[in-house]
């Protein structure tokens, strides 16, 4: 059964959003009453004009009619992974959106919330450290720690003690793919073919639909392995034929990333991108593949913590998106990923990086340029340029397959690093990305592997553009791992503030600054030392009175998008 409002920005709510934007008066409205509907913010209007929408489209010369229909067959596979995510994230959603939803055909204001509601898949605001725009405001409606993951009323301390009362729990309750649930007065873990079977089944009903209208052998494996992964919850053959996936459209469909878990970033939530290859483009950057071992033995930090027998293939894609689901589809959107997550995958076959180029593009159109112009010294300002950002994002994600994944643990046995750092990883882990991302293109320039553009625009870009990322707030993964990278070279002087409140790069002290900072960050995952990793985010993964500073200035300009795809109907 398909909810109303189960993706993002259906024709419905942009029809009343547009309405209700359309006779506001020019004082803003009190907040409803508890009686015309939920309680709400009153600063909507200034919510949503972050996040505008954006009309994203796909080039249809890429694929012919046959490929064209199992391209929306796969886009209703999405929307019922959507379906999932929503419970992920909250199991009130469904209860609140359809409250939001009666609100909203009588009150204006509603028809905002819900609006953003949508947005953010719930009722918290994802730039505003999760702040609840809907009842219960403040801190009475703060959102659970672990999400739709584990019992609201379970505690850190509770989990880790059943842990260590009943050890043969321990993968279960550790895993990817569990939701733990209250069992009595003691805990289980419940797999997500079982918490989420229903829709499982009409997702992987529909994936098979696909796999079997499909002329590319590619393709076809991997949605019926994905499809029986569904079911099994077990997802490690399907992500071996995801790498070897070969075909004009590009699929991710599954549970990946796992920052929704705020109590330990154990649990994945559901996500899905239907995307179309652009052959051409992607054929550019084949040069980097063959690379990467080397910038993995001349990553710095000593050679027994580095990591050459991750798998050697690293397929890098270039695709336009043409719609998403899931947590791929909430508050900011994502410019690039690589996948898969799965450490075992990484060790025996590698990771795909997959770039989103026409979401990329309008991303640094609305606010990225922007930004990076109004932060920048005027001198420097001509140093912007796109395609450092595009490389940037490039080599963030390459970032993600280099350095230490497996690592010894305290006991002597092999673990993987994410387990030890808990939730501090994901701040760990895309902080290492950025800045080791940064440290690669350097390689890459140097030893001539990028012509189009030179260091000083490599810097002046990223540096330039850092508080489009911090804007996202310091709670997320993205947004304080950019804020410990600005702290951290502010201290380091690579980084000056000029009298006019713009910042100059120094580019003589911004190599160093940048090479200390990777080294710190990787040998942070290589000990997976917590103690250090809290260390590191506490003294610099925070807002300041300068961060803050320069925040009010940028308020004008989006911190995102947020995406309207037309392929999928949307208008």
Known sequence: ??????????????????????????????????????????????RLAKLPLTTIDYDRSLLDEYETKVLQKLIEAAKVIDDI???????????????LEKAAAASPEHAKALALFVMNHGRWDRLAEDEPFVA???????????????????????????????????????????????????????PFS??????????????????????????????????????????????????????????????????????????ASFEAFVCVVDKGESDKLKIYEKHLPDMERALPIADEHKNPNRGGESPIKVV??????????????????????????????????????????????????PIAKRTLDPSQVSLINFDAYFNFVLFHELSHGLGPGIIKGPDGKKIENRLLLKELYSYIEECKADVVGVWAVQYALDKGLIKEFNKEQLHA??????????RFGIDEAHGRGTAVQWNWYRENGAIVPGADGTFKI???????????????????????????????????????????EVNKKLEDIPTDITPVFVAAGEK
């Open 194 to 267: 079982e918490a989420y079977k229903a829709k499982l089944e009409e997702a992987a009903t529909k994936l098979l639909e696909a796999a079997a209208m499909t002329k590319n052998a590619s393709l076809k494996s991997f949605l019926e392995k994905r499809a029986a992964a569904f079911l099994s919850n077990d997802y490690y053959e399907s992500d071996f034929a995801w790498m070897d996936l070969d075909s004009p459209i590009e699929v991710v469909i599954g549970p990946y990333e796992v920052y929704e878990d705020g109590i330990f970033n154990y649990k």
């Open 506 to 548: 120094e580019m003589a002290k911004m190599d160093a600054a940048v090479k200390s900072l990777a080294t710190e960050l990787l040998m942070i995952e290589a000990t997976g030392d917590y103690a250090r990793a809290k260390a590191l985010l506490d003294k610099y993964g925070v807002k300041n009175a300068e961060i803050d």
């Open 85 to 99: 995510y929503w419970v992920q994230v909250a199991g009130e959603n469904p209860a609140i959106k359809a409250e």
């Open 136 to 190: 219960p405001l403040g801190e009475a409606g703060k959102k659970p720690q672990g999400a739709g993951f584990y019992p609201t009323d379970m505690t850190k301390e509770e989990f880790e003690a059943w842990i260590a009362a009943n050890p043969k729990d321990k993968d279960a309750f550790q895993g990817t793919f569990t939701v733990i649930e209250r069992d009595g007065k003691g805990l289980k873990a419940v």
């Open 320 to 369: 336009q998106e043409v719609f998403t689901a899931g947590d791929a589809r909430n508050g900011v959107q994502t410019s690039a990923f690589n996948l898969p997550n799965d450490e075992r995958v990484r060790e025996a076959k590698g990771s795909k990086k997959v770039m989103l180029k026409n979401v990329m593009e309008a991303k640094f159109k609305q606010s990225g340029e």
């Open 461 to 470: 870009t990223t540096a330039g553009m850092a508080f489009r990322s911090i």
């Open 1 to 46: 059964m398909k909810r109303r409002f189960s993706r993002l920005f259906v024709a419905l709510t942009l029809a009343i959003l547009a309405a209700a934007c359309k006779n506001e008066k020019a004082a803003a409205p009190p907040a409803p009453t508890a009686a015309q509907g939920p309680e709400i913010v009153k600063d909507l209007d200034a």
